[in-house]
Structure formats: C-alpha cells, structure tokens
C-alpha cells in the first residue's frame, strides 16, 4: 500500500495511553487516600508508602523547577544575545568579543550560529528566517472550595520585512559652432546651438508585517465534595451539624504546566517515558500501529511536547485523637515532612 500522492503530509491525532508508572490519571502523588493504617497506595506506586519522601506520577518538583530553571536561563541567554549585537552601520561582524560571547551561548543552546548569520541583514536587523524561542511555562493552584490561581506566559513571534530601492539615470549633450568671414568688404556670420538631454528616476518600496502569538489555555475544576457519606448515598454530619470530610481527600494542589520547544529530546522522552510500553509493542490498534511506524531511532526528528507537573499538595488530615495519645500522629508527621519539607 502507498500512501495517495493527491494528499499532502497534513495533521491528525493518534490516541495513545500513558505509561501508568510515568504518570497516572486518578493519582497526583501515588496515593488514593487513606484508611485506618494510614496511607492507601495506587497499585502502580506501591513505593508510595505512608512515611518518607518520593515523587509519584505528576508529583514531581525536582523534575519541575529544575525544568523551569532551565526555560528562565534560556531566555535570559537569548535576551543576552539580542542586546550584545550592534545595529551600527559601522559596526563589523567578527570583530567584536561580545558578538563573538554570543555565539558561544547560541551554540551551547543548540542552535545553529550559521543560519542566525545568514538571516541577518548589514544593517543589523533580523530577517524573516530568524530562530524563535518558545518555551512556556504557567502556575496554577486550584482548591476545592472553589478558588483557582493561574500566572501564565505567552508568546509572540513577530517578523517585519521592508524592501526598498532607488535608481536615477541623466544624460547631457551639447553642441556649439560659430563660423565668421568676409570678402570685398562683406561679412557674414552664423552661430549654431545644439544641446539634447534626458533623465529617469524610479522608486520602489514594499513591505510586509506579521505576528502570531500563542499560549497555553489550561482550566482546572477540583472537585468540592469532600464529604463522607454513608451506605445509602446521604451526607455526614457530626453533632455540631457540620460536615464530616473524608480523610484523605485532596483540598488543594498547585501544578506547573509547560510547552517545550521542538527538540530531539522530546520525541526520545515520548517513546522511553510517555507511551505505556506495553500497548506501543503488543496492541493490534491502527494508533499502535502507526505509533510504531513513526518510531525512527537514528533520525529522531525533533517534537514540542507539552507536559504537567504538580509541586504541592494538600489532603484532608484525619482527626487527632484526643489525649493521652500523642499530639503527633504518624499522619501529621508524614503530611508535614511530605508536603513542607519538615523532619521528625
């Protein structure tokens, strides 16, 4: 079978599972609540047990500021960039340390020095053919009683093009010719003039503009039932008349959501990390199927990606005993150590 020449390369969408022990819808952090002995596990994290320190599925901070780390100093590179080239008209390229520093910093991000240099003009302006940095990153933090914090980035790519010239041609010719004589006490003279002269000049000018800009739209809506209820559906309440909240349950969690410019190393993460292994090798699916088709381990083109990381979360705590029993319970202990980095 050939693919229909009639058709040219165009988008489409290939639905895929995630590999459950990379990140796992259902779980934010590898648990799915809590019983009487603590901490209830999902059965893909059972090393998330009810003490110590781990990250699990999207509970990943390490992973998400050393991210976003890595996107801030990319951008202050770049900024770096654009502020040490000259826009003099003297200015000559080669010459000059900082634009030669500059360079070194290009190539240290990956990008190609030979082509930043062909699309730039002599008077120091970018071309159309200019390289754009686009990575994103926002923080969201949503709870359950229904508040949503969002800080979000977005980026505009901007091209300006004019083109312009001027010609003028002029073209002079003179003649002059005086002739006098006489014979038996006659004279005569004549006095010729010819001159032809011509010019042309044109102008021509044209211009082009035109931005695109582009963000990441992300909503977030918690669920607020926090409540326990008994056997028959209905809700909780303690004697006071107030509501009795499930142990366990998440209240709150703040999360980092980025877009990641084409690289090579996203479409090695896709196929290593994302995809579940299991389905990508052994499922008769057609999105297994062309999934696997697309895998070229020695071309690796380059993909953006666009992933999510959550750096904090809150759970409801389950009651503490009154005394004598301690004032610390072993529940307190680990929410505290889990989620704001305190010790016993």
């Not at 004019?162 to 002059?176: A, E, I, V």
């Not at 010819?194 to 082009?208: H, I, M, N, V």
């Not at 090579?264 to 993460?269: E, G, L, Q, R, Y």
Request: overall charge neutral; charged content about 20%; aromatic content about 12%.
């Amino acid at each position: 079978m050939l693919p229909n020449p009639d058709i040219p390369p165009d988008w489409n969408v290939i639905h895929f599972p995630i590999n459950p022990r990379y990140t796992k819808q259902g779980t934010l952090d590898g648990a799915v609540g809590f019983d009487a002995r603590g901490k209830v596990t999902d059965p893909d994290y059972p090393t998330a047990t009810a003490t110590g320190y781990g990250e699990y599925s999207y509970f990943k901070p390490r992973d998400a500021y050393a991210l976003k780390c890595r996107i801030t100093r990319d951008q202050q590179r770049l900024h770096a960039y654009y502020e040490s080239v000259s826009t003099d008209a003297g200015h000559h390229s080669g010459n000059d340390p900082a634009e030669a520093q500059s360079k070194a910093i290009l190539r240290s991000m990956g990008m190609s020095v030979g082509q930043q240099d062909a699309g730039r003009g002599t008077d120091g302006s970018a071309a159309p053919s200019g390289f754009s940095h686009r990575d994103l990153v926002n923080t969201y933090v949503g709870t359950a009683q229904g508040g949503f914090f969002a800080e979000t980035t977005e980026a505009t790519d901007a091209v300006s093009e004019t083109t312009s010239g001027s010609y003028t041609f002029g073209n002079m010719f003179g003649k002059s010719m005086d002739l006098t004589f006489g014979a038996l006490g006659l004279g005569w003279s004549a006095h010729f003039d010819a001159s032809r002269g011509g010019g042309f000049s044109t102008t021509r000018a044209k211009g082009k503009d035109a931005s695109r800009s582009f963000g990441l739209d992300v909503q977030c809506a918690p669920s607020g039932d926090l409540q326990r209820r008994d056997k028959d559906g209905k809700p909780v309440y303690d004697a006071a008349g107030k509501p009795v909240l499930v142990p366990g349950k998440v209240d709150a969690y703040r999360f980092l959501t980025f877009y990641l410019g084409e690289n090579s190393a996203n479409f090695d993460d896709f196929y290593h990390k994302v995809v579940d292994p299991l389905w990508l090798s052994g499922n008769d699916a057609p999105d297994a199927a062309a999934l696997r088709q697309t895998r070229q381990s020695s071309a690796k083109p380059p993909c953006w990606r666009i992933l999510h990381r959550v750096t904090y979360v809150s759970r409801v705590l389950a009651p503490v005993p009154p005394p004598p029993a301690p004032p610390r319970s072993p529940r307190i202990i680990d929410y505290l150590s889990r989620y704001f980095g305190m010790e016993n």
